[in-house]
């Protein structure tokens, strides 16, 4: 069947967010990586001497780090050519009048002011390398809930927050976890005391704007026992001919019986590099869910994890991956089951289209003494034509004899009978096609927020159209 | 069950460093915390990395792997990605000589608890 | 306490036995080395093209880097934590050939009683061939069954076609490098185009060496619409070895268009051996190829096992069992390679692992551009049948043709509680109730054994270990 539309690269005038604004910054490192430019950032923010220390020391392990010879090829990510820090303004906005005007806009047409009236529990935006706006309900705040950059966590809240930083996510970790632990900048900061049950979500944007721009969001949340929380970040970036790189460490702890919902929509533009370590520390009965959505970027390299350390703990990740002309998505998850009675679950879909090359990269492990952990693990692939590719690479790792453990993979494309069927009841050949990935799709899009299943089901038409040959 | 060993002289290694040993094929670290002495099984209970190839600030020991942290006077874990404590090794100080108290290989295959 | 002091001191000979000295380990030491290459060729007195294939494959060896659990083709089988490297490259002392049947060593003569009728076999020990039995009218039919030596020396260039060009060579890894270098004997088997043979072919392979290595070569080429099924059963006397023994053997399979080829791979080496083997077939158009793969034996058992689709209508059956006890520890990778469209594979790998026994299998299904058309299916199912046994899966898919059906499935669990319940209802103790559902577990794969006699060994075979 000739898909040769399909070939075609993706026109990336049909990239919603792909527009751009002037640079406008009150400061700018110099390009590269050096020690200098991490001293500059501790500086900008003035830090305490153990956080620049903390820094410095990262800087060392990210030089001593080889780039990652498995997952997608990062042989053409030049360094040299980033900027490590851009500051937009001079300071955090309290409100949205105090936020500068070119900023305001392009969050303006984002969409940014209308998804806080919809009764969002709180908003934040990074702009660049930093946080330019956090909003939380006063009654929120009343409770006792913070939503803070993460600077302002580790100036308000030094204790808490030396606490769990880079508890989860050490700064070894990874290559690009010591790079974020390096040259982090902006992000959230967030502490749900016990009991507390924040019923809609916080949700936080994060915008690149300039060209050749490095943004390492750094987030630490923090459910107190008996918490709830669901927080969602959208990412997006305008159409440069260059690479852009986006390196965020979001580290979530979730004490006893709390319940953390964590959903992140990446639709950076087609010259993100974008290598995120995710990761959270569950406790007894408590439960996190990551819903990971990767559609836009270069290159994704994402594996949110669950830590399950207390008995009857559990873990989900839902994981949706779009990978068109020139972009590889490499995704995944980890399940680590340290306690007994721990479960979890990993649900993951791929759609690959011409030339485009998604993988799903996964870990379930059951650590000795984690009796009768269960875990699941489910992959479907789809391929839209025959320059698509997929791969699927989990790892199954027990150590427990009373485990149950499952995993099954599919790869398919879309079947000749379904599409017959569908045009049989008067669909044209296109809107069959569509309405194959939409079902496909629906067992994840169904938990997304409304506004970003429709943004999720936009984009997918887009990418239908002319697909049929 | 295992038996001491002299392995080092004090001042072979001086506070905030480390020495690695194999006794018997069990591979054993020593660690000088402001003038104490302490000994564990070196290797990282996440993915058996010799530790003594990471580094010690205070009591802190971190895994050059990825980074693992563990409190060396009592083998507790610190952060994640390990998870299991590590095993900590008697030591003590004979006129100037560090001895440890070095368990035999399978006493080590228990899983710590 | 009685139970855990046997258990300690089997460790304890575990550690003495794989346990090499890591700091002092230099990347060549002892026997591997050039001139053992040379002694080999002299001591055999080997045609020079021969003596030029060990040199390459020595030369390979040297310029690949030792593996290591950093490399994710190793990263749970610690190749350092073995001596094979103080290991003798080459027996100092080769049994003797044996004229006639009766003059087999006993104990091999007890083993060769408890098998099925065979169209032919070989017995080969500590590498070297003693005695062969073939019939005059496969000769007739052109068949040739030969000892590795032989047909170095009688059919050079069947050998020089063959031997380590297409399915391994010695660039596959460090270890099929390695053999290549010192390769010390095995079995070439020739089925002419349209030959087709009912039986079984055989090979006893008993190894009761210590201190040393043997690096036996299995060669099957099967000529256009053939058909045989080929054996290849690998055994140790059942008295305690001390010293490490090192099996490091690699099988090539060309299965020519529109042949039939089964093989079957049984492996129980005594617990003194660090099996290695690397297996791969090349399948033309039309070929249809089952292989199975046993491992019971051996401490350390590492297995590639690789299908090379290359042509439409190919088709490959893989199987495999295995079963851990003690100490034991088992590392099977396997590779559906789809190079052409309209190829199918089906791969099943069941295991069941009791004591401190672990087993990895990491599985993958590769498929190229173009291979439409593709059907490849993986199962891998394990049991879990105590506290300390471990087992480790990673099915892993790469694709890109679209008009594939692809698909893998892993699971590792325990058995099925209920079902002991049922089964003890019925009046059966727990353990019978216990071996029983193992057998079972492990007959889906059996059932698969085309040869009657076969298939009722390995069910006696696994039904011995399960105790």
């Given at each position: 069947?000739?898909?040769?539309?399909?070939v075609?690269?993706?026109?990336l005038?049909d990239?919603?967010?792909?527009?751009?604004?002037?640079?406008?910054?009150?400061?700018?490192?110099?390009?590269?990586?050096?020690?200098?430019?991490?001293?500059?950032?501790?500086?900008?923010?003035e830090?305490?001497?153990?956080?620049?220390?903390?820094?410095?020391?990262?800087?060392?392990?990210?030089?001593?780090?080889?780039?990652?010879?498995?997952?997608?090829?990062?042989?053409?990510?030049?360094?040299?050519?980033?900027?490590?820090?851009v500051?937009?303004?001079?300071?955090?906005?309290?409100?949205?009048?105090?936020?500068?005007?070119?900023?305001?806009?392009?969050?303006?047409r984002?969409?940014?002011?209308?998804?806080?009236?919809?009764?969002?529990?709180?908003?934040?935006?990074?702009y660049?390398?930093e946080?330019?706006?956090?909003?939380?309900?006063?009654?929120?705040?009343?409770?006792?809930?913070?939503?803070?950059?993460?600077?302002?966590?580790?100036?308000?809240?030094?204790?808490?927050f030396?606490?769990?930083?880079?508890?989860?996510?050490?700064?070894?970790?990874?290559k690009?976890?010591?790079?974020?632990?390096?040259?982090?900048?902006?992000?959230?900061?967030?502490?749900?005391?016990?009991?507390?049950?924040?019923?809609?979500?916080?949700?936080?944007?994060?915008?690149?704007?300039?060209?050749?721009?490095?943004?390492?969001?750094?987030?630490?949340?923090i459910?107190?026992?008996?918490?709830?929380?669901?927080?969602?970040?959208?990412?997006?970036?305008?159409?440069?001919s260059?690479?852009?790189?986006?390196?965020?460490?979001?580290?979530?702890?979730?004490?006893r019986?709390?319940?953390?919902?964590?959903?992140?929509?990446q639709?950076?533009?087609?010259?993100?590099y974008?290598?995120?370590?995710?990761?959270?520390r569950?406790?007894?009965g408590?439960?996190?869910?990551?819903?990971?959505?990767?559609?836009g970027?270069?290159?994704?390299?994402?594996?949110?994890?669950?830590?399950?350390?207390?008995?009857?703990?559990?873990?989900?990740?839902?994981?949706?991956?779009?990978?068109?002309?020139?972009?590889?998505?490499?995704?995944?998850?980890?399940?680590?089951?340290?306690?007994?009675?721990?479960?979890?679950?990993?649900?993951?879909?791929?759609i690959?289209?011409?030339?485009?090359?998604?993988?799903?990269?996964?870990?379930?492990?059951?650590?000795?003494?984690?009796?009768?952990?269960?875990?699941?693990?489910?992959?479907?692939?789809?391929?839209?034509?025959?320059?698509?590719?997929?791969?699927?690479?989990p790892?199954?790792?027990?150590?427990?004899n009373?485990?149950?453990?499952?995993h099954?993979?599919?790869?398919?494309k879309?079947?000749?009978?379904?599409?017959?069927y569908?045009m049989?009841?008067?669909?044209?050949?296109?809107?069959?096609?569509t309405?194959?990935?939409?079902?496909?799709?629906?067992?994840?899009?169904?938990?997304?927020?409304?506004?970003?299943?429709?943004?999720?089901n936009?984009?997918?038409?887009?990418?239908?159209?002319?697909?049929?040959? | 069950?295992?038996?001491?060993?002299?392995?080092?002289?004090?001042?072979?290694?001086?506070?905030?460093?480390?020495?690695?040993?194999?006794?018997?094929?069990?591979?054993?670290?020593?660690?000088?915390?402001?003038?104490?002495?302490?000994?564990?099984?070196?290797?990282?209970?996440?993915?058996?990395y010799?530790?003594?190839?990471?580094?010690?600030?205070?009591?802190?020991?971190?895994?050059?792997?990825?980074?693992?942290?563990?409190?060396?006077?009592?083998?507790?874990?610190?952060?994640?990605?390990?998870?299991?404590?590590?095993?900590?090794?008697?030591?003590?100080?004979?006129?100037g000589?560090?001895?440890?108290?070095?368990?035999?290989?399978?006493?080590?295959?228990?899983?710590?608890? | 306490?009685?139970?855990?002091?046997?258990?300690?001191?089997?460790?304890?000979?575990?550690?003495?036995?794989?346990?090499?000295?890591i700091e002092?380990?230099?990347?060549?030491?002892?026997e591997?080395?050039?001139?053992?290459?040379?002694?080999?060729?002299?001591?055999?007195?080997?045609?020079?093209?021969?003596?030029?294939r060990?040199?390459?494959?020595?030369?390979?060896?040297?310029?690949?880097?030792?593996?290591?659990?950093?490399?994710?083709?190793?990263?749970?089988?610690?190749?350092?934590k073995?001596?094979?490297?103080d290991?003798?490259?080459r027996?100092?002392?080769?049994?003797?050939?044996?004229?006639?049947?009766?003059?087999?060593?006993?104990?091999?003569?007890?083993?060769?009683?408890?098998?099925?009728?065979?169209?032919?076999?070989?017995?080969?020990?500590?590498?070297?061939?003693?005695?062969s039995?073939?019939?005059?009218?496969?000769?007739r039919?052109?068949?040739?069954f030969?000892?590795?030596?032989?047909?170095?020396?009688d059919?050079a260039?069947?050998?020089?076609?063959?031997?380590?060009t297409?399915?391994?060579?010695?660039?596959?890894?460090?270890l099929?490098a390695?053999?290549?270098?010192?390769?010390?004997?095995?079995?070439?088997?020739?089925?002419?185009?349209?030959?087709?043979?009912?039986?079984?072919l055989?090979?006893?392979?008993?190894?009761?060496?210590?201190g040393?290595?043997?690096?036996?070569?299995?060669?099957?080429i099967?000529?256009?619409?053939?058909?045989?099924?080929?054996?290849?059963?690998?055994?140790?006397p059942?008295?305690?070895?001390?010293?490490?023994?090192?099996?490091?053997?690699?099988?090539?399979?060309?299965?020519?268009?529109?042949?039939?080829?089964?093989?079957?791979?049984?492996q129980?080496?005594?617990?003194?051996?660090?099996?290695?083997?690397?297996?791969?077939?090349?399948?033309?158009?039309?070929?249809?190829?089952?292989?199975?793969?046993?491992?019971?034996?051996?401490?350390?058992?590492r297995?590639?096992?690789?299908t090379?689709?290359?042509?439409?209508?190919?088709?490959?059956e893989?199987l495999?069992?295995?079963?851990?006890?003690?100490?034991?520890?088992?590392?099977?990778?396997?590779?559906?390679l789809?190079?052409?469209?309209?190829?199918?594979?089906?791969?099943?790998y069941?295991g069941?692992?009791?004591?401190?026994?672990?087993?990895?299998?990491?599985?993958?299904?590769?498929?190229?551009?173009?291979?439409?058309?593709?059907?490849?299916y993986?199962?891998?199912?394990?049991?879990?049948?105590?506290?300390?046994a471990?087992a480790?899966?990673?099915?892993?898919?790469?694709?890109?043709?679209?008009?594939?059906?692809?698909?893998?499935?892993a699971?590792?669990?325990?058995?099925?509680?209920?079902?002991?319940?049922y089964?003890?209802?019925?009046?059966l103790s727990?353990?019978?109730?216990?071996?029983?559902?193992?057998?079972?577990?492990?007959?889906?794969?059996?059932?698969?054994?085309?040869?009657?006699?076969?298939?009722?060994?390995?069910s006696?075979?696994?039904?011995?270990?399960?105790?």
């Amino acid at each position: 069947m000739p898909y040769d539309q399909n070939v075609a690269a993706l026109n990336l005038d049909d990239y919603k967010y792909g527009f751009k604004d002037p640079d406008k910054y009150v400061f700018r490192s110099e390009k590269g990586l050096s020690k200098r430019v991490v001293e500059q950032i501790s500086a900008m923010k003035e830090e305490p001497e153990w956080m620049l220390k903390f820094r410095l020391q990262a800087l060392k392990v990210y030089e001593s780090k080889p780039v990652p010879k498995w997952g997608a090829d990062l042989s053409a990510l030049d360094m040299d050519q980033i900027y490590f820090y851009v500051k937009p303004s001079e300071k955090e906005g309290r409100s949205w009048d105090e936020v500068p005007e070119d900023i305001k806009r392009t969050f303006d047409r984002l969409g940014i002011p209308e998804a806080e009236r919809k009764s969002l529990a709180g908003v934040g935006a990074q702009y660049e390398s930093e946080m330019v706006y956090h909003k939380i309900k006063e009654e929120l705040s009343a409770q006792g809930v913070i939503f803070d950059s993460i600077e302002d966590g580790l100036r308000n809240h030094p204790d808490l927050f030396r606490q769990y930083f880079a508890t989860v996510i050490p700064m070894n970790d990874n290559k690009y976890a010591a790079l974020n632990s390096a040259v982090w900048s902006g992000g959230s900061f967030i502490y749900v005391p016990p009991g507390v049950e924040v019923d809609v979500p916080l949700q936080a944007y994060f915008r690149i704007n300039s060209e050749n721009l490095g943004q390492f969001e750094r987030t630490l949340i923090i459910a107190d026992e008996g918490a709830k929380l669901h927080y969602i970040e959208g990412c997006t970036a305008p159409s440069y001919s260059t690479d852009s790189f986006h390196s965020g460490v979001i580290e979530i702890i979730v004490n006893r019986g709390a319940n953390v919902r964590y959903t992140t929509i990446q639709n950076w533009s087609h010259n993100m590099y974008n290598l995120v370590t995710q990761r959270a520390r569950v406790e007894e009965g408590a439960r996190m869910a990551w819903l990971d959505g990767n559609l836009g970027s270069k290159v994704t390299m994402k594996y949110p994890s669950c830590y399950l350390m207390g008995r009857g703990a559990s873990g989900e990740i839902l994981s949706i991956a779009y990978a068109g002309p020139g972009q590889h998505q490499d995704a995944g998850g980890k399940m680590i089951h340290v306690a007994p009675h721990t479960s979890s679950e990993i649900v993951s879909k791929s759609i690959s289209k011409g030339g485009g090359r998604s993988s799903y990269r996964g870990l379930v492990q059951v650590q000795k003494g984690a009796h009768n952990a269960s875990s699941n693990v489910e992959c479907d692939a789809l391929l839209l034509d025959e320059d698509a590719r997929t791969d699927t690479y989990p790892y199954i790792e027990i150590d427990e004899n009373d485990a149950s453990i499952g995993h099954e993979a599919t790869v398919s494309k879309i079947g000749d009978e379904q599409l017959f069927y569908l045009m049989q009841r008067g669909l044209a050949k296109e809107e069959a096609r569509t309405m194959v990935v939409r079902g496909f799709i629906e067992p994840i899009a169904k938990h997304l927020p409304l506004e970003y299943a429709v943004e999720l089901n936009r984009l997918v038409e887009l990418e239908m159209e002319g697909s049929v040959g | 069950m295992g038996e001491f060993v002299k392995l080092a002289k004090i001042d072979e290694i001086p506070p905030d460093e480390m020495a690695a040993f194999v006794v018997n094929g069990v591979k054993v670290g020593i660690a000088n915390v402001e003038g104490e002495f302490y000994a564990f099984h070196n290797c990282c209970t996440h993915q058996q990395y010799e530790l003594t190839q990471g580094f010690l600030l205070g009591e802190r020991l971190t895994c050059d792997w990825h980074g693992a942290t563990f409190d060396i006077r009592t083998g507790e874990v610190k952060t994640l990605p390990a998870t299991k404590p590590l095993p900590m090794f008697e030591v003590e100080v004979r006129e100037g000589d560090v001895w440890v108290l070095v368990p035999e290989v399978d006493q080590l295959d228990l899983p710590p608890e | 306490m009685g139970s855990s002091r046997v258990a300690q001191a089997q460790a304890e000979s575990r550690e003495r036995l794989l346990t090499a000295d890591i700091e002092t380990a230099p990347s060549v030491r002892g026997e591997i080395g050039p001139e053992t290459v040379e002694a080999i060729v002299r001591e055999r007195s080997e045609p020079e093209w021969m003596a030029a294939r060990r040199r390459h494959a020595w030369q390979v060896y040297r310029e690949t880097p030792m593996p290591t659990t950093k490399d994710e083709a190793w990263r749970y089988t610690d190749l350092a934590k073995i001596a094979w490297q103080d290991l003798r490259m080459r027996d100092p002392s080769p049994p003797e050939r044996v004229a006639a049947r009766g003059e087999l060593p006993v104990e091999i003569r007890e083993e060769l009683a408890r098998r099925g009728k065979s169209a032919a076999f070989a017995v080969q020990h500590n590498g070297v061939q003693l005695y062969s039995e073939f019939s005059d009218e496969l000769a007739r039919e052109g068949v040739l069954f030969l000892d590795f030596d032989s047909a170095v020396s009688d059919y050079a260039e069947l050998m020089q076609k063959y031997f380590m060009t297409d399915a391994v060579t010695p660039e596959f890894g460090k270890l099929a490098a390695l053999h290549g270098a010192f390769v010390s004997g095995g079995t070439v088997l020739y089925v002419p185009a349209g030959v087709e043979i009912e039986l079984p072919l055989t090979t006893f392979r008993w190894l009761d060496l210590e201190g040393v290595a043997v690096f036996p070569h299995t060669l099957v080429i099967a000529g256009p619409e053939s058909q045989v099924t080929y054996i290849e059963e690998c055994a140790s006397p059942a008295r305690a070895q001390k010293g490490l023994a090192m099996n490091c053997g690699v099988t090539e399979i060309v299965a020519e268009e529109g042949a039939r080829v089964r093989y079957a791979i049984v492996q129980q080496w005594g617990r003194h051996v660090f099996h290695y083997q690397a297996a791969r077939v090349f399948a033309h158009k039309d070929a249809q190829i089952q292989s199975l793969l046993v491992t019971l034996g051996a401490s350390v058992a590492r297995s590639d096992v690789e299908t090379d689709l290359q042509a439409e209508g190919a088709n490959s059956e893989m199987l495999g069992i295995y079963l851990g006890d003690s100490d034991q520890h088992f590392d099977h990778y396997t590779y559906q390679l789809h190079q052409a469209p309209h190829a199918g594979s089906d791969l099943l790998y069941k295991g069941a692992l009791k004591d401190r026994a672990r087993s990895v299998f990491r599985g993958m299904i590769r498929v190229m551009p173009g291979a439409q058309g593709t059907d490849a299916y993986q199962t891998n199912r394990n049991l879990i049948l105590s506290e300390d046994a471990h087992a480790d899966s990673l099915p892993n898919l790469e694709i890109e043709a679209d008009d594939v059906r692809c698909s893998h499935g892993a699971t590792i669990g325990q058995q099925d509680e209920q079902q002991i319940f049922y089964l003890m209802s019925r009046g059966l103790s727990r353990e019978q109730a216990e071996k029983l559902i193992v057998s079972g577990f492990f007959e889906e794969v059996l059932a698969r054994v085309p040869v009657d006699w076969l298939h009722r060994r390995l069910s006696d075979e696994i039904e011995r270990k399960l105790g």
